[in-house]
Structures are given as C-alpha cells and as structure tokens.
C-alpha cells in the first residue's frame, strides 16, 4: 500500500464501530478481494494490520493490495453471518473459501400435505409449503422442540384426499410406522394418522399455532395458552394448567 493509501485505511480503522457487521476487503480497481463477518468489526478489521506475522500467507499477501475497505453493520451476528454468506455467494470474492452448498444455512418448511408436517430442509422449492429462515443455528432442536410442545406429528405417513370423497383422507403410505406410534401414547402428537376428524382437527389448530409463532406473532400465541391455563386453573385441572404453563416457558427460550 501506498503511504496515501496507508493514510486512508487508517482513517476508516479509526472510524470503525464496536457493532456486529460484515467488511468487504477491496483492491485498486474496487473489486471486492475478501468478505466476512464480525462480532465486533472495529476490533476484526484493526486486526489484520496489527499482527501480520499472525496470518497466512494468503491473507498477507490480501492485506498488500487493500486499497479500501466497506464495512455494512448489523443488528446481531446472525444477521452478520447471514449476510456473509449471500455476499460470498453474489461476489465469489478471490481470498474466499467459496461457498459451493448452504449447509451453514437452513430451512423450516411447513409441508403442502393435507396433514402437513414440520421438517428442516437446505433449500426452497415452489412446491406449496410454507419456509421460514434461513437460521443459521439450533435448526434440529428448534424442530424437535415445536413437534413436542405443539404435538405435530414427527414421521412421514403419506396423507393423500380420498378421491371418491375429497373431504376424507386416506393413507397411502405408513412408513413403516405402527398406527398410531409411540408419540400419541406418551402425549407428543395429535394422531391424525387415525383419521379421526377431531384428531385431524387437532393437528392442523397445533400446525396453525405453529405457523403464527414462526411467522413471529408469539404474543398471540402465548396469549392464547395462558387464556388456556387459567381455565383449566379455573376448573380445578392443576395438572394441565402446569403442563401449559411448563410448555410456555420452553416456548419463550426458543422464541428469544
């Protein structure tokens, strides 16, 4: 770098926030040479012209040619890491280890059946299911921990509508599951798989709830069980107003 240049990489380091972000490392000709993330970007980007000895020889050899750098800051590190990915993908910078899958990525996908499920996915389809995300952690216990406190059904028996009667269903696949499973004996699913129309009632009001939680209206959703609560309370049903209680606690940690 020139003396010039030196100058004005000093100038943007000493400008830098202490806020989680994404910098982008540019050459003489404004192409974008590096991109990632930062916890705190004042304190990551300073970092490569403190202790060069420190990096690889790839990132020295970065830093020589650095002509400006653009720093986007974000809400939180997830955003940050977020943010980083779709850049890295858009630009396919030169000192990036590009990115060729999305498996720091994923998907919660409402199923288009008409017993929908809830299942983790790496990528979107126009299929007619419902995605939320992408999350970038906790994906697998996010989706376990919705089917048991909202007691959707966790396998892959194959709904389909009757064609004879399109207001009935039928299965056309069991998956190799016993009808109904373990689940709906140990109070972690609705059992739609019986057919019974208030079962598969049931399960679609759960789904619905799951929807609105994903779709962050939360507020409604904890409104609508503490109502729940305080009637079985009412009622003198102890038992179950605890285990509604019990379960809004679990779903205010996963909602934060």
């Known amino acids: 770098m020139s003396s010039k240049n030196t100058e004005h990489i000093q100038k943007i380091l000493s400008t830098l926030p202490k806020v989680p972000g994404v910098y982008q490392m540019k050459d003489k000709e404004g192409g974008v040479m590096y991109v990632w993330k930062a916890k705190n970007l004042k304190n990551r980007v300073s970092s490569y012209f403190v202790k060069t000895n420190e990096l690889s ?3 020295r050899q ?27 993908k858009h630009l396919t910078p030169k000192y990036n280890i590009l990115m060729k899958d999305d498996k720091n990525l994923a998907y919660l996908k409402i199923t288009n059946s008409p017993v929908p499920e809830l299942i983790k996915t ?24 919705l089917r048991r406190i909202f007691r959707i059904r966790n396998c892959r028996v194959k709904f389909e509508k009757n064609r004879q ?13 016993t009808i109904p499973c373990m689940d709906y004996y140990i109070g972690i699913c609705s059992a739609p798989c ?23 209206e939360g507020g409604s959703v904890f409104l ?33």
């Open 57 to 59: 020889v790839a990132k």
């Open 62 to 88: 970065m830093v020589g040619k650095i002509e400006d750098i653009e720093i986007i800051t974000c809400s939180t590190e997830v955003e940050a890491l977020v943010l980083e990915t779709n850049l890295i």
């Open 122 to 145: 790496r990528q979107k389809f126009r299929d007619g299911g419902i995605y939320f995300g992408p999350y970038v952690s906790q994906v697998e216990q996010s989706v376990r921990a």
């Open 165 to 177: 009667k399109t207001d009935e269903l039928i299965i056309t696949d069991k998956a190799g599951k």
């Open 194 to 216: 019986l057919l019974h129309t208030d079962k598969v009632q049931e399960h679609s009001e759960n789904m619905e709830r799951v929807k609105s939680f994903l779709s962050g």
């Open 224 to 256: 609508d069980m503490e109502t729940q609560m305080r009637d079985y309370a009412s009622k003198y049903e102890f038992e179950k107003a605890q285990e509604i209680k019990e379960t809004i606690e679990a779903l205010r940690g996963l909602y934060e």
